[in-house]
């Protein structure tokens, strides 16, 4: 019997899993973990979005099996998104499916489009799933070095040159996991331009979009001619804190529509009616709740950046997203960021997500998600102040005993 899966032999372990260990081994022991590691939102659902979802779970067929692709409201309530905020006019039957969030809709893309040996652009860092989901494809990845919409733009034209064969598609993915960075209209046009002069696909991953601090990330679906080669994955997660419901979806160029929701009609049955009917009421329905969870990560954002700053950690100030990216203090840095993390866990009892985990271009820094409430991120500054305090030789946990 074969034992050894060539698919799973190219999937390491997730390198935050080592985090995550670390933190349920220390929880059961009793330890208080501030987890700022995964980008899971603390933020409750609002109410009326629960409501349409109880109202509706008790109508007489919400229990069947649902549409693949979407129910139409639902699809009509993306397309009234997409012309509010981005001034995109789509057609609900044509230019957008539904996603069990943009995760799966990202993998079964690139499910629909990968064959064997292809070759697929992406930034490094980035989200694992944006290089990971086109190797579970069969393709291969061409990574790029871009810890800037800048860098990722400047190293495009020779990964182009250089591969054999040429790719068949790029990655973006603005604002950014995990460097928060945001790309402006500008870079969007750029990356069209280029995506259209070597025949290459653009799948752009959208889903931070709504959480940003000053002006509001584009759609590199707002550049003219973009629709003949570019589709977005949109997220429910983090705009209306609904991670766990499972609801995004995708929009933009018919063929990728048409592709992907050819590939999820082979797979899933749509997600449950009332999360689909209650994912719409989301889209349709008052949206101060948004600019009320924004305006939480705003001023996470600001007690982070400040007390860490005090505390002797200099971590620029993202933004859009609800990550910072946070170079490693130099003193701990030859460390690299697996082992800085679990020294952090260890130590100071704070989770972070070890940069390498995104690439290797990532391991000079880690992720800070905005997931706990202000006077959790002031207590983990306090802790990590005297982690960096104690310096790299330190061994010994720098939290006393009930802090
Ligand atoms: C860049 C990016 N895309 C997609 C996802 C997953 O989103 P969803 O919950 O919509 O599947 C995440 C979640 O962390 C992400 O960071």
Redesign the pocket.
């Known amino acids: 019997m074969k034992l050894e899966f060539h698919k799973i032999r190219r999937l390491p372990p997730y390198v935050f899993e080592q985090v995550n260990r670390k933190a349920a081994e220390l929880r059961a022991a009793g330890a208080d973990i501030i987890d700022l590691g995964m ?1 899971n939102p603390d933020l409750p659902t609002p109410k009326h979005i629960i409501d349409k979802l109880c109202e509706t779970a008790y109508k007489p067929k919400a229990n069947r099996y649902s549409a693949s692709r979407g129910i139409p409201g639902l699809r009509r309530a993306a397309a009234a998104y997409y012309d509010r905020r981005f001034g995109v006019e789509l057609d609900p039957n044509k230019h957008i499916v539904a996603t069990l ?4 809709g ?1 993998a079964n893309l690139a499910q629909a489009i990968s064959a064997p040996g292809d070759v697929i652009i992406a930034p490094n860092p980035s ?1 694992p799933l944006h290089t990971f989901g086109f190797l579970i494809a069969g393709a291969s990845m061409r990574h790029i070095k871009a810890n800037s919409p800048e860098e990722y733009l400047a190293g495009m034209d020779k990964a182009i040159r250089h591969s054999v064969p040429k790719p068949t598609a790029m990655v973006l ?1 603005y604002p950014a ?1 995990p460097t928060a960075q945001v790309a402006d209209l500008d870079f969007y046009k750029e990356a069209v331009r280029i995506a259209k002069q070597h025949e290459i696909w653009i799948l752009s ?1 959208l ?1 931070y979009t709504e959480i940003y601090f000053d002006d509001p990330p584009p759609s590199v679906l707002q550049v003219e001619g973009a629709m003949d080669i570019a589709i977005e994955t949109t ?1 429910l ?1 983090k705009t209306y804190a609904m ?1 766990g419901w499972r609801m ?1 979806f995708a929009a933009g160029n018919e063929r990728l529509v048409a592709a992907l929701a050819r590939v999820k009609s082979y797979l899933d049955y749509g997600a449950f009616t009332p999360v689909q009917v209650a994912a719409a009421a989301a889209l349709n329905g008052p949206q101060e709740c948004v600019v009320e969870m924004r305006e939480i990560y705003r001023s996470r954002r600001d007690v982070l950046i400040e007390s860490f700053t005090r505390a002797g950690w200099e971590v620029p100030s993202p933004r859009a997203s609800m990550f910072a990216w946070a170079p490693i203090p130099e003193e701990f840095r030859h460390l690299g960021s697996l082992e800085f993390s679990l020294r952090l866990i260890e130590q100071a009892h704070v989770a972070v997500a070890p940069g390498a985990g995104f690439g290797e271009y990532g391991d000079g820094h880690v992720r800070i998600a905005l997931v706990e409430n202000e006077q959790r991120i002031r207590q983990a500054a306090r802790n990590i102040r005297r982690f960096i305090e104690a310096g790299p030789n330190n061994s010994e946990p720098v939290i006393s005993a009930g802090e």
């Not at 969030?101 to 799966?104: A, D």
């Open positions: 980008g969030g943009s995760k799966e990202f989200y993915c996991n991953d889903a997220s997660s991670a995004g």
